[in-house]
Nanobody
Framework: QVQLVESGGGLVQAGGSLRLSCAAS????????AGWYRQAPGKQRELVAM???????NYGDSVKGRFTISGDNARNTVYLQMNSLKPEDTAVYYC?????????????WGQGTQVTVGS
């Protein structure tokens, strides 16, 4: 059974920083694709950042240069370092893992953590 548990969200002022963590059980991040998505009220869920098993990183256009995704294989944990935060970064952030198999790719999601950026 796969479980993804996020932590690190909260309230921060514009220009500040937060680091989100996602600890996984039942799936090995380093052998799959791990990432972060976010969803603001009234908007669709969007990709924030992802990291592949080969270490390639992709970022959403709105966070490039400000956010960094990284992983700790020993802890089976993925992090999202968020710097220079803006009010428009306010959203619920979800940890995601993608595992491929013969039948296709399956997504796993955490419960989400709220990030609120004050102006």
């Amino acid at each position: 059974q796969v479980q993804l548990v996020e932590s690190g969200g909260g309230l921060v002022q514009a220009g500040g920083s937060l680091r989100l963590s996602c600890a996984a059980s039942g799936i090995i991040f380093s052998a799959n694709v791990a990432g972060w998505y976010r969803q603001a009220p009234g908007k669709q869920r969007e990709l924030v950042a992802m990291i592949t098993s080969g270490g390639n990183r992709n970022y959403g256009d709105s966070v490039k240069g400000r956010f960094t995704i990284s992983g700790d294989n020993a802890r089976n944990t993925v992090y999202l370092q968020m710097n220079s935060l803006k009010p428009e970064d306010t959203a619920v952030y979800y940890c995601n893992a993608k595992r491929g198999s013969y039948y296709g790719v399956r997504d796993y999601w955490g419960q989400g953590t709220q990030v609120t950026v004050g102006s």
